[in-house]
């Protein structure tokens, strides 16, 4: 039994979702892990980690457009607004989602399904770097 | 220190909260899993995993209504529209919950609260065939 | 390789949002773990784990406020109404959030962000006593 951690640092280009399932799956190929439990952990509290439909992109646009319908940028109820109009509403959809995650790993795949893939959410409006966290425990 | 994989393989009978806490449990009885952790990940992007009261029917009646009226299927907001109306509404229903959950394992018992089962929850209105993989490790 | 398991009781004061990163760091320091994975599995059904914004209060606040507003206590909608007009909605609340997180540990420190700490979101308004079960696996 072995563990290993790694830190992707992954750009976005402002909120939306941006799949990295292939810089996960490196790293497992890397290191030869065969069978053990994937850990992700996002670092930050305005942009989350999400499993979804890695096909059709409306559907990463879909997602993004009902959670800004959902959690208006500026809402007058919020108090907390000196980081500007997108601070607060990033918050609230980081705890409507997650921020880790935790696949199993079998004979060296994730047991992710034919049309999942791993997104990083950007929640805010501007690009910003995030480091994402992984741990590794098996064999 | 070992590790043990298994898949189960559950039929919803479309939209609505199905509990396998039993299934479950009979996986680490049959393995006799005394210490350890319990990781579930759901192969699907349209159906979740949730952690719920188990008393109570009325309590998954109401979630599910709640989400229904939510999320509401066929938003004019949606462009993922060719896999039908209950279709990107069951995307956005898996974001905002979860397909991955872990459990502690010790003495042979799941840490979960005397009110807490283990739920399958289809957002999809047909009848699914889902496949959630479970994962242990430890003694 | 080992494994810990611990058992956090955690009163609230009703409605709200309780860090209690300290009581998790002094578990991880008083056993010395150096490397592995922390569970924290919390084992109600209408009170959330939350990692959050740890600098500004008002996050929380709004936080709650927000979900106030999204689930509304006695909402004509539910059924389940037997155990008062907070019940239904904190089972919903619990819903969109999470009972359970999974952490890296290394060289000791949690790998949490600058801005993490970890919360219990109280959803019901009377005070209660919550219990976080808590489970390590690494060296």
């Keep these: 039994m072995r563990q290993a951690f790694h830190e992707l640092i992954l750009a976005t280009r402002g909120r939306g979702l941006r799949e990295f399932t292939a810089e996960v799956t490196r790293w497992i190929e890397e290191n030869e892990f065969s069978d053990g439990l994937l850990t992700l952990h996002l670092r ?25 319908r959902l959690v208006r940028d500026g809402d007058p109820l919020f108090r907390h607004t000196v980081e500007g109009d997108d601070d607060m509403s990033a918050h609230i959809r980081t705890a ?44």
């Excluded at 930050?44 to 439909?53: K, R, V």
């Design 96 to 139: 409507l989602t997650a921020v880790n995650l935790s696949i199993p790993v079998q004979t060296g795949r994730l047991a992710l399904g034919t049309w999942q893939g791993i997104y990083l959410w950007e929640h805010r409006q501007q690009p910003h770097s995030r480091h994402v966290r992984l741990h590794f425990i098996g064999e």
């Design 44 to 68: 930050h509290t305005s942009a989350s980690l999400l499993i979804q439909e890695n096909a059709d992109p409306d559907v990463r646009l879909d997602l993004d457009a009902f959670f800004a």
